[in-house]
């Protein structure tokens, strides 16, 4: 990618208003827009992170047998009737009626929807157990959205949706999914605790929780440095400083500020019960299905990557998620062909399948480095009228600068991409 053609050009200011670190950083860098509060576009940059996201995502999800589809956002009022949610999430929930004064609900979540596909479709044990997910949007009518892209009013959803014949079966596949979690948090880059919480409108149940410790965070938890256990402050019932309750050497309890990027919900056969999903098991008995729901927020993780790691100059892209793998600057000559070294190189790189930003514009230098540390791609590669046939590669962390030839740069970053 040129750029020159890039849509739209950095920012100099921080946006008006804003508060959290992503929100400024990612606004400045052109990564995403702000329409209003917790509205926001994905710009060409923002939109390859969060593909990148999605498909660590999908490749996890996948690994544990769930089918990727696509459902409705709009959904009829009648549905989440038969739950009583409609009522119950009211205060989360966009309800409004049509023209012919029909009542309908921007989705917040599907668990009703999922519970109308399967009823219609599952008729015994022998088409259990069913994994569907998908990525998609969500609207919820958040009270304070103003932690960036990390509390949207309108965000993306990666939701799975699992459905089995007994609660035995439900509960072996919530550990996979929450071993699949853990493997998409780490590949991700994140240091994360898996947390102990409530069901909120979801499940009476525990659930648990994938929290980013952040100091900006909006959740609050308790964990114990010597072993797992960790609960939000939603349940806890003691205080920081109190003994363990499972560590035998009596370790003290630490109080920790963090992002939730994942949920996972053990829900049970409630819902089956009240939307009347019933399967015919081995002795031709109806039983209801039980049921899970998994979540995580693919837009709060872009915002949540960025709360973690940056610096004063700008965002530090983890390569895995990086929009580019990097960034090629060539420094404006009037004598030298570097320009032409440089689409050179440029043209090399990419054809050897190599996600290139090639910064061709006809700007000084300082400006060029100072997009390119806010941008934050994780490799600077520079061509300069003091370069000759080399190339200057510095990673985005440090500030040693190596010189290279193309061979040695394109070796190296296919060795950073295994
Ligand atoms: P919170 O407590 O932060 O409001 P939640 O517990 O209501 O979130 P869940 O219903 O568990 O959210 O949704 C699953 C995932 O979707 C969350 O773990 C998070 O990654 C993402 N998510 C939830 N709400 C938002 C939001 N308003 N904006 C962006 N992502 C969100
Ligand atoms: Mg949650």
């Known amino acids: 990618m040129r750029q020159s053609q890039l849509f739209p050009k950095t920012k100099r200011e921080d946006p008006k208003g804003a508060e959290s670190i992503n929100h400024k950083l990612l606004v400045r860098a052109g990564y995403i827009d702000q329409l209003m509060a917790g509205s926001w576009t994905l710009l ?3 939109w390859r992170v969060v593909n990148k996201i999605n498909q660590i995502i999908r490749e996890e999800i996948n690994a ?25 999430a009211k205060a989360v929930m966009y309800q ?18 999922v519970m109308d596909l399967l009823r219609k479709n599952i008729t015994s044990y ?6 569907v997910y998908h990525f998609s949007t969500k609207f919820r009518n958040e009270p304070r959205a103003r932690s960036g892209i990390i509390r949207g009013r309108e965000f993306m959803m990666k939701d799975l949706y699992s459905a089995h014949v007994s609660e035995e079966d439900l509960m072996e596949y919530y550990e996979k999914v929450k071993g699949a979690y853990i493997k998409i948090f780490t590949r991700l880059g994140f240091h994360f605790r898996v947390v102990e919480t409530s069901g909120g409108v979801f499940t009476d149940k525990c659930t648990h929780e994938f929290q980013v410790p952040n100091a900006g965070g909006e959740d609050t938890y308790y964990y114990c440095d010597r072993c797992e256990w960790a609960q939000n402050k939603e349940i806890f019932t003691g205080k920081a400083g109190d003994k363990c309750p499972v560590c035998k050497t009596g370790e003290i309890l630490v109080e920790q500020n963090a992002v939730e990027v994942g949920n996972i919900f053990p829900l049970g056969k409630w819902y089956a019960e009240k939307m009347q999903v019933f399967y015919t098991d081995r002795d031709g008995k109806k039983q209801p299905v039980w049921f899970g729901s998994y979540g995580i927020g693919p837009t709060r993780v872009l915002g949540a990557l960025v709360e973690v790691s940056h610096d004063d100059r700008g965002i530090i892209w983890f390569p895995q998620v990086a929009p580019f793998a990097v960034h090629l600057i060539q420094i404006k000559s009037q004598k030298s062909k570097v320009k032409s070294i440089a689409e050179d190189i440029y043209r090399k790189l990419s054809d050897a399948g190599i996600e290139v930003l090639w910064d061709d514009r006809e700007v000084g230098a300082g400006e ?9 791609i994780p490799v600077r590669l520079v061509v300069s009228k003091v370069t000759g046939e080399k190339i200057e ?18 070796e190296r970053l296919r060795k950073n991409a295994v």
């Open 393 to 410: 590669w510095k990673s985005r962390t440090n500030d040693q600068i190596e010189l290279l030839d193309i061979g040695q740069v394109i």
């Open 96 to 113: 409004f009626k049509d023209s012919r004064n029909k009542e309908y609900a921007l989705s917040f979540t599907h668990e009703e929807i």
């Open 368 to 376: 060029k480095f100072a997009d390119c540390d806010l941008i934050g």
């Open 64 to 88: 544990v047998g769930g089918q990727e589809l696509l459902m409705p956002l709009l959904h009829p009022k009648t549905v989440w009737d038969e739950t009583g949610r409609w009522d119950k």
């Open 126 to 131: 022998i088409d259990l157990p069913v994994y």
């Open 44 to 46: 060409p940059l923002g």
